[in-house]
């Protein structure tokens, strides 16, 4: 019997090795385990509407095979093939986008978990491509029916103009981490805690994308920038007929988006914690808009859950994980050592143009000795060492930070301290994050409301949030005297947990010293 030959891969289908070259600073720590090629998602039917003949059917085929719409299809670890349209690739080949390949996702989180190496660019990169097929997805659905059609494309030019806000949404999923800074949320909460408590990197990300349009000349008019800049922040603009297209990238009601699917999935594989699985193409396939907003079909409820409980263990297990805190506090401190470069800084992080220059690798050169000397014991792995951690009790959430700074003042007076409190949550604090999810009814299609938590499962957890308190020394000395010191320290902190939480509260603590 003969054997059939292996089918040949088209041209559309072949990465873009141009745009996805590696930086000989960021190389893998491992070789990229590359999916199956998968095929673009399916072009909805042509006999639509004109609308769907011209956008969203072409939208994934390049003029090569007879489409009408140019891009590339990159190669990507977690999504297979990833889409660029062509208003994507104005941005993607620019120095400003380009620097996101020197911002890890994960900070110093690769100095525990080794594999998680992955950066800002290629988290862009696929929050835009899940941007993208969501957007088509609720348009395909929504142009099939006519009553919540009606009224939208009566003007004309609605239309076309609703064709080009499809894609534009990739276009935000693709910048909207273009402002973040060297060791992201590190380097932000050090900017607001030193220079402007109302600096953020989603106001950035749209000063740098405005930027970038301006410098290059780039295909952009005024409203589709502003288009741009409130879908980024989640916000849909007072007037618009599609609300809905503001919720897809960052959804600033219930916190369901695909920048959560994205990183959710990539940092689960890059860590090597993805045994859990929060089923977001589903989530992509079964939304729907109802009465102009995104909803999903009451049975995927569970489903909601599971994708907010999957954030909850990435938090639990890597993000928070016990030793990346220890050297994210080190990091803390070598960024406290910048405070004599206060004013230089001020003026680059309201600077666009000076920004860009800021990465994971510029901010640690020229830094003071102070901090010099962390960087090198981060490098030598002799970091700060836990004496004790516990779990706040339920009662004790209002205690705020003021009490555990009085008890470092009195440790320090034995060894120099930092504690670290985390919050734990569900994306919404103490409250259920489902409770803001609109959902409908499969048979009718109308909105049934939030759906009740017994009607969903009865083992759902009853709390939301958790906070956990850990005390590190900074000192590294291990000599008998200094253990002697880190327990003093250590009976200052359980002391008072146990005098305020009373001995019942004893098993949640877990000593180190």
Request: overall charge negative; some cysteine.
């Amino acid at each position: 019997m003969m054997e059939q030959a292996a089918p040949q891969v088209p041209d559309e289908y072949e990465s873009d090795t141009e745009n996805l070259r590696t930086g000989d600073t960021l190389a893998s720590a491992h070789p990229p385990q590359v999916s199956p090629v998968k095929p673009p998602q399916p072009p909805i039917a042509r006999n639509l509407s004109d609308l769907l003949d011209s956008t969203i059917d072409g939208s994934h085929l390049d003029d090569r095979t007879g489409g009408v719409s140019k891009g590339r299809f990159i190669a990507d670890v977690v999504h297979g093939l990833v889409f660029m349209s062509e208003k994507c690739l104005l941005v993607v080949d620019t120095p400003e986008f380009q620097r996101l390949r020197n911002i890890r996702q994960l900070g110093v989180t690769h100095l525990v978990f080794p594999s998680a190496v992955h950066t800002r660019f290629e988290h862009s990169l696929g929050v835009s491509h899940l941007a993208g097929i969501m957007a088509e997805s609720l348009a395909g659905k929504l142009l099939r029916n006519e009553e919540e059609c009606e009224g939208l494309f009566a003007q004309e030019g609605d239309r076309q103009k609703f064709t080009e806000h499809l894609e534009l949404v990739r276009v935000a999923g693709l910048c909207h981490d273009l402002g973040h800074g060297p060791f992201g949320h590190s380097f932000e909460n050090w900017v607001r805690k030193n220079i402007d408590p109302h600096w953020s990197h989603e106001d950035m990300s749209c000063t740098l994308f405005r930027y970038i349009v301006k410098k290059y000349s780039l295909n952009f008019n005024e409203e589709e920038i502003q288009f741009v800049e409130h879908a980024i922040r989640g916000i849909a603009p007072q007037g618009t007929k599609f609300p809905w297209l503001f919720s897809i990238v960052a959804n600033s009601e219930n916190g369901v988006d695909v920048d959560k699917f994205d990183y959710i999935a990539r940092d689960a594989y890059h860590t090597g914690v993805s045994s859990f699985n929060c089923r977001f193409e589903r989530l992509i396939q079964t939304a729907r808009v109802v009465d102009r907003k995104i909803c999903w079909p009451d049975k995927e409820a569970y489903s909601i859950y599971e994708l907010f409980h999957a954030r909850y263990s990435l938090h639990k297990m890597v993000y928070s994980h016990r030793v990346r805190k220890s050297i994210e506090c080190m990091l803390d401190d070598i960024l406290v050592s910048l405070n004599e470069r206060k004013q230089e800084l001020a003026a680059i992080v309201h600077d666009p143009a000076n920004f860009v220059k800021l990465d994971d690798y510029s901010i640690l050169r020229d830094l003071p000795q102070q901090g010099r000397d962390i960087l090198n014991a981060i490098q030598c792995r002799t970091l700060y060492k836990t004496i004790v951690e516990y779990l706040e009790p339920p009662d004790a959430e209002n205690l705020g930070d003021g009490v555990y700074g009085e008890l470092s003042e009195q440790a320090a007076a034995i060894l120099p301290v930092v504690v670290s409190t985390v919050a734990l949550d569900y994306a919404k604090h103490d409250s259920d994050p489902v409770a803001n999810v609109l959902f409908f009814d499969s048979r009718t299609g109308r909105i049934t409301g939030q759906k009740s938590r017994r009607s969903i499962s009865l083992l759902l957890p009853e709390r939301f949030q958790e906070r956990i308190v850990r005390l590190y020394v900074r000192k590294l000395s291990t000599d008998y005297s200094d253990m002697e010191k880190r327990r003093a320290v250590k009976k200052i902190f359980v002391d008072w947990y146990l005098e305020t939480h009373h001995k019942e509260a004893s098993d949640s603590v877990r000593y180190f010293c």
